[in-house]
């Protein structure tokens, strides 16, 4: 990864047609591209599983150790499989927001992709990225969500309002196919 500054339009462009995005991320992207992970992801589903078996299973081993009635026992799992929705709701959220928190100091964002990759710049910071960093992406309605691989655990997300056109939005769509996996 390369975190030089320079000229976007000769870093990206001489590699093939670059698209170029602007925009100003915003926690309630990084919260979509949570839940888009959570519904579209084996690791996400996961995720989602495990914190709402987490707590019913704990209120079923308490409930029988102190040997309850059936009734006290099923508004004990019930009870907690709201909590449980409740608390992984929240988690996403709390996540979304530590993410965002990593970003919003880079201010308003200037993406330039093209085959070989993508070069951003924020307000304070640059960086390239080749799409093998990646291993695959996904797209929601306002969103493409890139996700890191082997060499990257990272997610890097791309709101569809930066474009200056659907064209734009297009032609991306066509870079990623091209170069990565579609989730």
Do not use: H
Request: glycine fraction near 10%.
């Amino acid at each position: 990864m390369d975190t030089m500054g320079g000229d976007l339009a000769e870093s990206a462009t001489g590699r093939g047609t670059a698209v170029e995005f602007v925009y100003r991320p915003t926690a309630a992207d990084f919260e979509e591209a949570l839940r888009a992970r959570a519904r579209r992801t084996w690791a996400g589903r996961a995720q989602v599983l495990m914190g709402l078996l987490a707590v019913p299973a704990t209120a079923c081993v308490l409930a029988l150790f102190f040997d309850t009635s059936p009734a006290v026992w099923g508004v004990t799992v019930v009870l907690s499989l709201i909590f449980a929705s409740v608390g992984v709701v929240m988690a996403l959220r709390a996540e979304a927001r530590r993410m965002f928190s990593v970003v919003e100091p880079f201010g308003q964002c200037r993406m330039v992709a093209d085959e070989g990759g993508a070069v951003s710049t924020g307000e304070r910071m640059s960086f390239t990225c080749e799409w093998s960093v990646y291993r695959g992406y996904l797209e929601t309605s306002r969103l493409f969500v890139l996700f890191g691989g082997e060499r990257s655990a990272g997610v890097a997300v791309l709101p569809k309002r930066g474009a200056e056109g659907p064209e734009d939005v297009e032609r991306l769509r066509a870079i990623l196919d091209r170069n990565l996996k579609r989730l």
